[in-house]
């Protein structure tokens, strides 16, 4: 008891501020709000991208696989970075890396089989739905609210929509 009376008074506010756990939460937490933010922005620019890809039906024809293959590399460009931040964002980060990957094979794959293109393709959204529903909980978690960046379902197995509804 003494101990702690004498603490008290060689250093001044050392009962009254918050413990080092506190503030390294703190500061997570700020850093994963800029993050999910940044996510969600890199998210909707990608959305714009490769909407046209993900919509479409059908064999797409030489002119259209290109005009994707830019749309593509694009979003794949905004996802190549990763700076390290806490588990909900990570995985919203990696999983729209990963979608945008899918659909960059899918692209390779459309000249030498369109079914596995097409197969390639519909994995890509499926795994983009998962991403957003993700990200749509690091925007709770972050405080920012429900931040929806879902592609146009397709109602393909295991493609979720807002709220995690299939």
């Not at 756990?21 to 890199?42: G, I, M, N």
């Not at 980060?93 to 979608?99: L, P």
């Not at 109602?155 to 929509?161: I, N, S, T, V």
């Amino acid at each position: 008891m003494i101990l702690g009376v004498l603490g008290a008074l060689v250093v001044p506010g050392w009962f009254d501020s918050p413990s080092r756990v506190e503030q390294l939460e703190q500061e997570y937490a700020a850093r994963d709000t800029a993050l999910t933010r940044d996510l969600v922005s890199l998210a909707e620019q990608a959305r714009t991208e490769v909407t046209e890809m993900v919509s479409f039906a059908g064999v797409p024809s030489a002119e259209q696989l290109t005009s994707w293959k830019s749309a593509v590399d694009r979003a794949v460009a905004r996802f190549a970075e990763r700076p390290s931040g806490g588990t909900e964002v990570n995985l919203a980060r990696s999983g729209f890396a990963g979608a945008v990957s899918l659909l960059d094979r899918a692209l390779a794959a459309y000249p030498v089989s369109a079914p596995l293109g097409e197969s390639l393709r519909k994995d890509a959204v499926v795994a983009w739905s998962v991403a957003a529903n993700q990200l749509d909980l690091a925007g709770i978690k972050a405080g920012l609210g429900h931040v929806h960046v879902f592609l146009p379902t397709q109602g393909l197995p295991g493609e979720m929509a807002e709220h995690g509804h299939p």
